[in-house]
């Protein structure tokens, strides 16, 4: 699991004072870039690249502007040339940790120097078998 610090910005927030539902992706991409920089620093993106496939978002309890959260990033799935990531965003309320949403991304693994499908590169395998959690 990595942990990424998510600052909740004005802009995030909408009428109704909470975080707009279509922020939470941008919350969980910077988890998701986190996650890959922490171990592969040096990824080459062009030839060893994803594409996003599929996100899903089950939005719990709203975040509001002045909510210290953080993204919780694991591997749920690894298939031979797409693997799933899933998120939970929490918040800490009376030092205690809330669960605020739930995601998942769907990511494939690309080659966008030959425009086609690759099979997971040990690099990215090793980091996804490394933070890999059963649900």
């Known amino acids: 699991m990595v942990k990424t ?10 009428m109704m004072n909470h975080v707009n539902n279509a922020i939470y992706l941008q919350y969980f991409e910077m988890a998701r870039m986190h996650f890959f920089n ?13 594409i996003l496939a599929k996100n899903t978002i089950e939005y719990k309890q709203p975040v509001f502007l002045k909510d210290n959260c953080i993204v919780e990033v694991n591997c749920i799935h690894i298939g031979t040339t797409s693997f799933t990531l899933s998120y939970h965003l929490s918040s800490n309320q009376n030092n205690k940790l809330v ?5 998942e991304s769907v990511l494939v ?3 966008f120097t030959k425009n086609e499908r ?6 990215i395998l090793t980091t996804l078998k490394n933070n890999f959690v059963k649900l």
Not at 99 to 103: A, E, Q, V
């Open 5 to 14: 610090k998510i600052q909740i910005r004005f802009s995030d927030c909408d």
């Open 38 to 50: 922490q171990d592969l620093p040096n990824w080459d993106w062009q030839s060893r690249g994803i």
């Open 99 to 103: 669960l605020k949403t739930y995601g």
């Open 109 to 111: 693994c690309y080659d």
């Open 118 to 123: 690759i099979s997971i590169p040990k690099s």
